[in-house]
């Protein structure tokens, strides 16, 4: 039987931010971070047709019928769309904030016309609007309401955007099949993930089929190898050692859990290799067997065509300073 498992994934996302108050929406401005990302609208009709274009709705991914064939036959890990090359995923929007009281539409029914958009909608509400907000949460339209007033709004709405944006990434990672990289889906290992996220260690990471390892990248763009093996991936190693004729010290190291190699840019031992970096495991928190490790690559070691976030937002920066530049030189 094969076994299909999402993967896990996450990169940054955009959000968007309706009220026609401009003073609360450069409060928010300064409370959010990523500039880049986010877009601020005090005119509703134009939010609503920049979320319309943006909006790619979520990726469907058949695990039969002749996608399916393709890989069996490719001998390929993974079936859907790979987020990390597609340029476009961090205009994707992942969530959207409305005020519920604007003059030329009010937030529910803002949001009731992007009912089929695929992000987390998200109302604000003053002094009153509470109970429609209620009654449009019970109906669907929307997934959370806050009060505007209330003093921890911002921590609360902070917190709300960031489960929306690991929502938003949950549903676009790739499908492994023949039970490869079911070691990253398990909850202990996305929990190493997500402590790594929040504390700001990484911001986007990618699982690559290939390699079964996950890629990260930190803020400045400096990539990471992540690996993470349980006692069947720790046998798959060894007997391939064994079978490639790879060193005895690599082979007695890792039946002994001495040390982890890594492989990268491959998944296991090629025959001959004579250079292989090792790394201390380190074990995986409430997990007997399985182990994990963490280390940096150069930009070499990655293809040169790989757009991490701090590339994009180097970028979108460039862009704004040609399109000022330009427009100075008129």
């Not at 026609?20 to 450069?26: E, H, I, S, T, Y």
Request: aromatic content about 10%.
């Amino acid at each position: 039987m094969n076994s299909f498992v999402r993967q896990p994934m996450f990169h940054p996302a955009s959000v968007i931010f309706v009220d026609d108050n401009a003073d609360f929406l450069d409060g928010l401005r300064g409370a959010i971070s990523d500039r880049e990302l986010n877009r601020f609208f005090t005119d509703s009709r134009a939010a609503l047709d920049f979320i319309l274009s943006r909006d790619r709705g979520v990726p469907r991914t058949r695990i039969a019928g002749s996608d399916y064939s393709d890989v069996e036959r490719g001998g390929a890990h993974a079936l859907g769309r790979d987020a990390l090359n597609d340029e476009a995923r961090f205009d994707d929007v992942a969530a959207v904030v409305v005020d519920y009281e604007m003059p030329a539409i009010d937030g529910i029914s803002f949001l009731r016309s992007i009912n089929d958009a695929a992000c987390t909608k998200i109302l604000l509400t003053g002094a009153a609007g509470d109970s429609e907000a209620i009654n449009a949460f019970n109906a669907g339209l929307i997934d959370f309401y806050l009060r505007k007033g209330d003093p921890t709004m911002p921590a609360k709405l902070a917190a709300v955007l960031a489960d929306a944006k690991k929502k938003h990434c949950k549903l676009r990672g790739c499908i492994g099949v023949h039970d490869v990289g079911a070691t990253y889906c398990d909850p202990r290992v996305v929990r190493l993930l997500d402590d790594w996220l929040a504390e700001g260690r990484c911001v986007e990471y990618y699982w690559r089929p290939e390699q079964n390892a996950v890629l990260m990248f930190d803020a400045q763009g400096n990539p990471s190898v992540f690996v993470a093996w349980d006692e069947d991936e720790w046998a798959f190693q060894c007997d391939t050692v064994l079978d490639a004729g790879g060193p005895d010290w690599l082979l007695r190291a890792l039946e002994r859990r001495e040390m982890m190699p890594l492989f990268w840019p491959s998944q296991a031992y090629q025959p001959g290799a004579s250079d292989v970096r090792t790394v201390t495991p380190v074990p995986v928190p409430d997990w007997e067997g399985a182990y994990y490790c963490l280390a940096p690559l150069a930009l070499s070691e990655i293809e040169p065509s790989t757009l991490s976030f701090a590339r994009w937002k180097e970028a979108k920066r460039g862009a704004v300073t040609a399109a000022i530049e330009g427009g100075a030189r008129l």
